[in-house]
């Protein structure tokens, strides 16, 4: 109980199912963590491994009419497995935030970037719209991104993959959410992007103290970025351990596997020069 009163987010007993017309499929089943504040904790595996049905279960995004989760999801000690989707919304982006691996996905083409920005500020503070829109040239500046003014006028077809991502990352974190799920945010990005986009999510970390999930295939980014870090395959836990101790000394063939096979970025691994 004294490790769990640590953690922001803590997931016990995860449990999840999905239902067809043939039955019952389990999609993810025991899985157990918690992250603790400040920390970060990688979450990877291969491509249907579970990750993102796991992170997708935090948010309570699945449908319910189809998916069944059970266990616990507690953030800061509130149960957050079942409660009503108005609940949910209030949590979500506030002190939870979500970084998806297409940020074009995120955001709506018939509106500016300063709209849904602005919009998403207004929807968890009291502020009004001026004050919505100096935190968010605020935030956008913090994050490197050149005339803020004139970028929450554009609209999102108009700016680069890498540019779309960290104007994410500034939404994300323009709020201080307790804990951010960044599920697989480097993967549509060059070399030169992804350093950044690290280097941003850290920033946020130390700076205001969050929690961060972050769920990748790539070992070169859990290297650079975690504490801890979960090893999934079928659904399943199958290693959990320090990120030196993993990549020193890993127990599963599986684990050994993926270290073998680790992509470029580990490989090149080299400081950052961006100076933020």
């Known amino acids: 109980m004294e490790a769990n009163d640590r953690e922001i987010l803590h997931v016990k007993d995860l449990h999840v199912q999905a239902t067809s017309d043939e039955g ?37 995004l699945h ?9 616990s999801i507690t953030l800061k000690g509130r149960e957050l497995n079942g409660l009503e989707n108005k609940e949910m919304r209030k949590i979500r982006g506030k002190d939870i935030a ?12 018939v509106f500016t970037i300063g709209h849904q920005f602005i ?3 207004k929807s ?14 605020g935030m956008m500046e913090s994050v490197n991104l050149p005339e803020p003014q004139k970028l929450l006028k554009s609209y999102s077809f108009q700016l680069s993959g890498g540019m779309l991502q960290r104007v994410m990352i500034a939404i994300a974190a323009c ?28 920033k946020i970390r130390t700076e205001y103290g969050t929690s961060i999930l972050l769920i990748s295939h790539d070992l070169g980014v859990i290297s650079e970025m975690a504490d801890d870090v979960i090893v999934m395959q079928h659904g399943r836990i199958i290693e959990t351990a320090n990120v030196l101790e993993l990549f020193e000394t890993p127990q599963h063939e599986y684990t050994k596997k993926l270290l073998r096979t680790r992509p470029t970025l580990y ?5 950052y020069t961006y100076m933020l």
Do not use: C
């Open 267 to 271: 490989s090149q691994r080299q400081p």
């Open 175 to 202: 709020l201080q959410p307790s804990v951010i799920i960044a599920d697989e945010p480097t993967t549509a990005l060059d070399l030169h992007s992804q350093l950044l986009v690290l280097r941003l999510l850290d």
């Open 98 to 109: 979500y970084i998806m691996q297409n940020p074009m996905n995120a955001f709506t083409p």
């Open 119 to 121: 919009e998403t500020i």
């Open 24 to 60: 019952f499929s389990t999609l993810v089943q025991d899985i157990n963590f918690g992250i603790k504040k400040g920390k970060i904790l990688g979450l990877v595996g291969e491509s249907g491994s579970g990750k993102t049905v796991t992170s997708m279960s935090i948010l309570q």
């Open 124 to 137: 968890h503070t009291s502020l009004n719209k001026k004050q919505a829109k100096e935190l968010a040239i």
């Open 63 to 71: 449908d319910k009419k189809n998916i069944d989760i059970r266990g």
